[in-house]
T-cell receptor
Framework: DVKVTQSSRYLVKRTGEKVFLECVQD?????MFWYRQDPGLGLRLIYF???????EKGDIPEGYSVSREKKERFSLILESASTNQTSMYLC??????????????FGPGTRLTVT | GQNIDQPTEMTATEGAIVQINCTYQ??????LFWYQQHAGEAPTFLSY????GLEEKGRFSSFLSRSKGYSYLLLKELQMKDSASYLC?????????????FGTGTLLAVQP
Protein backbone atom coordinates (compact mmCIF):
# COMPACT_ATOMS: atom_id res chain seq x y z
CA ASP A 1 0.00 0.00 0.00
CA VAL A 2 1.15 3.47 -0.85
CA LYS A 3 1.66 5.58 2.19
CA VAL A 4 1.87 9.35 2.29
CA THR A 5 2.51 10.79 5.73
CA GLN A 6 2.51 14.35 6.98
CA SER A 7 4.42 15.51 10.01
CA SER A 8 1.46 16.91 11.96
CA ARG A 9 -2.33 16.55 11.90
CA TYR A 10 -2.89 19.81 13.74
CA LEU A 11 -0.62 22.82 14.09
CA VAL A 12 -1.09 26.22 15.71
CA LYS A 13 1.36 29.00 14.90
CA ARG A 14 1.61 32.72 15.49
CA THR A 15 1.60 35.39 12.80
CA GLY A 16 5.10 35.97 11.47
CA GLU A 17 6.47 32.56 12.44
CA LYS A 18 8.28 30.41 9.90
CA VAL A 19 6.38 27.16 9.46
CA PHE A 20 7.57 23.87 8.00
CA LEU A 21 5.15 21.22 6.81
CA GLU A 22 6.75 17.90 5.96
CA CYS A 23 5.49 15.18 3.66
CA VAL A 24 7.03 11.75 3.12
CA GLN A 25 5.97 9.03 0.67
CA ASP A 26 7.27 5.49 0.62
CA UNK A 27 6.54 4.38 -2.95
CA UNK A 28 9.40 6.00 -4.84
CA UNK A 29 7.02 8.38 -6.61
CA UNK A 30 8.57 11.05 -8.79
CA UNK A 31 5.77 13.62 -8.56
CA MET A 32 4.74 15.30 -5.32
CA PHE A 33 2.20 18.05 -4.68
CA TRP A 34 1.09 20.49 -2.01
CA TYR A 35 -2.53 21.68 -1.92
CA ARG A 36 -4.58 23.75 0.44
CA GLN A 37 -8.26 23.10 0.94
CA ASP A 38 -10.70 25.77 2.03
CA PRO A 39 -14.51 25.65 2.28
CA GLY A 40 -16.16 26.73 -0.96
CA LEU A 41 -12.83 26.89 -2.80
CA GLY A 42 -11.91 23.24 -3.05
CA LEU A 43 -8.38 21.96 -3.44
CA ARG A 44 -5.94 24.48 -4.83
CA LEU A 45 -2.42 23.62 -5.95
CA ILE A 46 0.35 25.56 -4.20
CA TYR A 47 3.50 23.92 -5.58
CA PHE A 48 4.52 20.68 -7.15
CA UNK A 49 7.73 18.80 -7.81
CA UNK A 50 8.27 16.37 -10.64
CA UNK A 51 11.61 15.11 -9.38
CA UNK A 52 14.33 15.73 -6.81
CA UNK A 53 15.35 19.39 -6.65
CA UNK A 54 12.71 20.22 -9.29
CA UNK A 55 9.76 22.43 -8.42
CA GLU A 56 7.06 24.37 -10.18
CA LYS A 57 4.59 26.94 -8.96
CA GLY A 58 0.99 25.93 -8.80
CA ASP A 59 -1.99 28.25 -8.82
CA ILE A 60 -1.43 29.98 -5.47
CA PRO A 61 2.32 29.99 -4.64
CA GLU A 62 2.46 33.44 -3.01
CA GLY A 63 3.69 33.29 0.57
CA TYR A 64 4.99 29.73 0.22
CA SER A 65 8.17 27.98 -0.82
CA VAL A 66 9.11 24.32 -1.12
CA SER A 67 12.08 22.03 -0.85
CA ARG A 68 12.69 18.61 -2.40
CA GLU A 69 16.18 17.43 -1.46
CA LYS A 70 15.29 13.75 -1.40
CA LYS A 71 12.86 11.85 -3.57
CA GLU A 72 10.65 10.73 -0.71
CA ARG A 73 10.33 14.08 1.06
CA PHE A 74 8.62 17.28 -0.03
CA SER A 75 8.51 20.21 2.38
CA LEU A 76 6.23 23.23 2.31
CA ILE A 77 7.54 26.38 3.97
CA LEU A 78 5.56 29.39 5.08
CA GLU A 79 8.25 32.05 5.35
CA SER A 80 6.17 34.36 7.56
CA ALA A 81 2.82 32.87 8.50
CA SER A 82 -0.27 35.03 8.17
CA THR A 83 -3.84 34.48 9.31
CA ASN A 84 -5.03 34.00 5.73
CA GLN A 85 -2.86 30.91 5.57
CA THR A 86 -5.06 29.16 8.11
CA SER A 87 -6.20 26.14 6.15
CA MET A 88 -6.06 22.39 5.63
CA TYR A 89 -2.85 21.45 3.81
CA LEU A 90 -2.75 18.24 1.82
CA CYS A 91 0.29 16.56 0.33
CA UNK A 92 0.00 14.08 -2.54
CA UNK A 93 2.28 11.92 -4.64
CA UNK A 94 2.05 10.09 -7.93
CA UNK A 95 4.18 7.95 -10.19
CA UNK A 96 5.30 9.94 -13.25
CA UNK A 97 4.86 7.19 -15.83
CA UNK A 98 3.49 3.73 -16.12
CA UNK A 99 0.23 1.95 -15.59
CA UNK A 100 -0.73 3.52 -12.29
CA UNK A 101 0.61 6.98 -12.98
CA UNK A 102 -2.88 8.45 -13.08
CA UNK A 103 -3.61 7.66 -9.45
CA UNK A 104 -2.66 10.39 -6.99
CA UNK A 105 -2.34 9.45 -3.32
CA PHE A 106 -3.03 11.94 -0.58
CA GLY A 107 -1.65 12.30 2.91
CA PRO A 108 -3.99 12.74 5.92
CA GLY A 109 -3.65 16.51 5.90
CA THR A 110 -2.37 19.12 8.33
CA ARG A 111 -4.87 21.57 9.75
CA LEU A 112 -2.87 24.75 10.31
CA THR A 113 -4.22 27.61 12.39
CA VAL A 114 -2.35 30.91 12.39
CA THR A 115 -3.29 33.25 15.23
CA GLY B 1 -9.87 29.66 -18.35
CA GLN B 2 -10.17 26.60 -16.16
CA ASN B 3 -13.56 25.85 -14.69
CA ILE B 4 -15.05 22.78 -13.07
CA ASP B 5 -18.65 22.87 -11.84
CA GLN B 6 -20.45 20.44 -9.60
CA PRO B 7 -23.41 20.86 -7.23
CA THR B 8 -22.52 22.01 -3.74
CA GLU B 9 -24.78 19.64 -1.84
CA MET B 10 -27.05 16.67 -2.45
CA THR B 11 -29.25 14.53 -0.26
CA ALA B 12 -30.32 10.96 -0.95
CA THR B 13 -31.92 8.04 0.86
CA GLU B 14 -30.22 4.86 1.98
CA GLY B 15 -30.63 2.12 -0.63
CA ALA B 16 -31.36 4.58 -3.44
CA ILE B 17 -29.28 5.69 -6.46
CA VAL B 18 -27.72 9.13 -6.77
CA GLN B 19 -25.99 10.80 -9.71
CA ILE B 20 -23.45 13.58 -9.11
CA ASN B 21 -22.75 15.68 -12.19
CA CYS B 22 -19.60 17.51 -13.16
CA THR B 23 -19.03 19.85 -16.10
CA TYR B 24 -15.64 21.18 -17.06
CA GLN B 25 -13.93 23.71 -19.29
CA UNK B 26 -10.15 23.35 -19.30
CA UNK B 27 -7.39 24.30 -21.69
CA UNK B 28 -6.26 20.68 -21.96
CA UNK B 29 -7.70 17.31 -21.07
CA UNK B 30 -5.88 14.17 -20.06
CA UNK B 31 -8.46 12.39 -17.94
CA LEU B 32 -11.17 12.99 -15.37
CA PHE B 33 -11.05 11.73 -11.81
CA TRP B 34 -13.50 11.26 -8.98
CA TYR B 35 -12.33 11.27 -5.38
CA GLN B 36 -14.24 10.61 -2.17
CA GLN B 37 -13.42 12.61 0.94
CA HIS B 38 -14.91 11.93 4.35
CA ALA B 39 -14.96 14.81 6.80
CA GLY B 40 -11.50 15.43 8.26
CA GLU B 41 -9.84 12.84 6.08
CA ALA B 42 -7.74 12.76 2.91
CA PRO B 43 -9.37 12.32 -0.52
CA THR B 44 -9.29 8.75 -1.79
CA PHE B 45 -9.32 7.78 -5.45
CA LEU B 46 -12.59 6.40 -6.84
CA SER B 47 -12.38 6.40 -10.62
CA TYR B 48 -10.59 7.59 -13.72
CA UNK B 49 -12.05 8.17 -17.20
CA UNK B 50 -10.00 9.19 -20.19
CA UNK B 51 -12.22 7.81 -22.98
CA UNK B 52 -15.93 8.40 -23.49
CA GLY B 53 -18.27 5.98 -21.86
CA LEU B 54 -19.10 4.31 -18.59
CA GLU B 55 -16.63 2.75 -16.17
CA GLU B 56 -18.18 0.50 -13.56
CA LYS B 57 -16.57 -0.50 -10.30
CA GLY B 58 -18.89 -2.23 -7.88
CA ARG B 59 -21.56 0.15 -6.59
CA PHE B 60 -19.84 3.12 -8.20
CA SER B 61 -19.82 4.02 -11.90
CA SER B 62 -18.38 7.02 -13.69
CA PHE B 63 -19.33 8.36 -17.11
CA LEU B 64 -17.48 10.72 -19.42
CA SER B 65 -18.45 12.66 -22.53
CA ARG B 66 -15.45 14.64 -23.76
CA SER B 67 -17.39 16.43 -26.50
CA LYS B 68 -19.83 17.78 -23.91
CA GLY B 69 -17.25 18.42 -21.18
CA TYR B 70 -19.41 16.35 -18.85
CA SER B 71 -19.04 13.55 -16.37
CA TYR B 72 -21.16 11.96 -13.69
CA LEU B 73 -20.56 9.67 -10.75
CA LEU B 74 -23.33 7.17 -10.09
CA LEU B 75 -23.66 5.60 -6.66
CA LYS B 76 -26.03 2.65 -6.32
CA GLU B 77 -27.49 0.97 -3.24
CA LEU B 78 -26.50 3.91 -1.11
CA GLN B 79 -25.16 3.24 2.36
CA MET B 80 -24.80 5.62 5.28
CA LYS B 81 -21.02 5.41 4.95
CA ASP B 82 -21.32 6.98 1.48
CA SER B 83 -22.02 10.31 3.19
CA ALA B 84 -18.96 12.29 2.11
CA SER B 85 -17.74 14.97 -0.24
CA TYR B 86 -17.17 13.86 -3.85
CA LEU B 87 -14.51 15.74 -5.79
CA CYS B 88 -14.37 15.93 -9.56
CA UNK B 89 -10.91 16.69 -10.98
CA UNK B 90 -9.55 17.14 -14.50
CA UNK B 91 -5.98 16.33 -15.45
CA UNK B 92 -4.63 19.15 -17.52
CA UNK B 93 -1.55 19.34 -19.69
CA UNK B 94 1.01 21.56 -18.06
CA UNK B 95 4.76 21.65 -17.60
CA UNK B 96 6.66 18.47 -16.96
CA UNK B 97 3.76 16.84 -15.22
CA UNK B 98 0.01 16.83 -15.65
CA UNK B 99 -1.72 18.82 -12.94
CA UNK B 100 -5.10 18.02 -11.44
CA UNK B 101 -7.66 20.81 -11.35
CA PHE B 102 -10.32 20.19 -8.71
CA GLY B 103 -13.92 21.24 -8.47
CA THR B 104 -15.16 22.49 -5.12
CA GLY B 105 -16.77 19.15 -4.29
CA THR B 106 -20.31 17.88 -3.76
CA LEU B 107 -21.31 17.12 -0.18
CA LEU B 108 -23.59 14.10 -0.22
CA ALA B 109 -25.77 13.36 2.79
CA VAL B 110 -27.32 9.89 2.90
CA GLN B 111 -30.40 9.73 5.11
CA PRO B 112 -32.02 6.63 6.62
Amino acid sequence: DVKVTQSSRYLVKRTGEKVFLECVQDMDHENMFWYRQDPGLGLRLIYFSYDVKMKEKGDIPEGYSVSREKKERFSLILESASTNQTSMYLCASRRATGRSSYEQYFGPGTRLTVT
Amino acid sequence: GQNIDQPTEMTATEGAIVQINCTYQTSGFNGLFWYQQHAGEAPTFLSYNVLDGLEEKGRFSSFLSRSKGYSYLLLKELQMKDSASYLCAVRDYGGATNKLIFGTGTLLAVQP
